[in-house]
């Protein structure tokens, strides 16, 4: 059963290392992140499952505790490991950037609370599917939490990845308040080819989290909401 959840954005910048001169910037993001991650240990999980988009098939799939990530290919000489702090990385396939970005959250905090998985979900997976995916990972265990990672929008101005689009706003601005509210019968409608147009690479992972939250009673708080650099970045925590 899913007991908690921590909504975080994922880009590399939110690392102080590969944000070099942008680091003081995104310091109430990373903030709001690490009291997310703090909702996740009061309550006292069996199993932490950590959510990050994909790209295609790339980092699709199934990552054990202690599978190991990289920032060098964004030139940083900075490794990270997913799951308990010191742990010698796994042998196996690389941690995808969202997952990378995880490991990084988790390890600001020591987490030693409960045992980690991660799980990278593509970007384009269908919403009738997120759901039962999320559905799964909540019987996995008797108390679950999640890590749920994802951006809004890459169009919310004209100097964003994607350029502008004037429907960005209003797309980051419902997604937001489903994920402040924990109302997971508006994350599970959200219009899977509007994100795609938007550039939104949370769409499938919040779908996911809907599909675990079905039934739970969780209650939202919407820690931080903006979008420095044009991208939609969003925090919350069920609980």
Known sequence: MLVAAAICPCPPLLVPEV????????????????????VLAAARPDRLVVLGPTTGEAGEGRYPQGAGGSFRGFGVDL??????????PACGPQLPPALAVGAWLL????????PVAGLGVPEQLPGDR????GRELAGSASRVALLVLGDGSARRSV?????????AEAFD?????ALGAADTTALA????RLAADLLVSGR????????????AGLRGQLLREEAPYGVGYVVAAWT
């Open 19 to 38: 944000a070099t001169g942008a680091a003081p910037e995104l310091d109430p993001v990373r903030t709001a992140c690490l009291d997310a991650l703090g």
């Open 79 to 88: 490794d990270v490991t997913l799951g308990a702090a010191g742990q010698t």
């Open 107 to 114: 390890s600001r905090t020591q987490w030693t609370d409960a």
């Open 130 to 133: 997120c759901l039962p995916l």
């Open 159 to 167: 100097k964003a990845p994607g350029y502008f689009d004037e429907r």
């Open 173 to 177: 601005a419902g997604a937001a308040r």
């Open 189 to 192: 409608a959200l219009d899977e």
């Open 204 to 215: 499938s992972c919040w779908q996911v989290l809907a599909g675990a939250a079905e039934g």
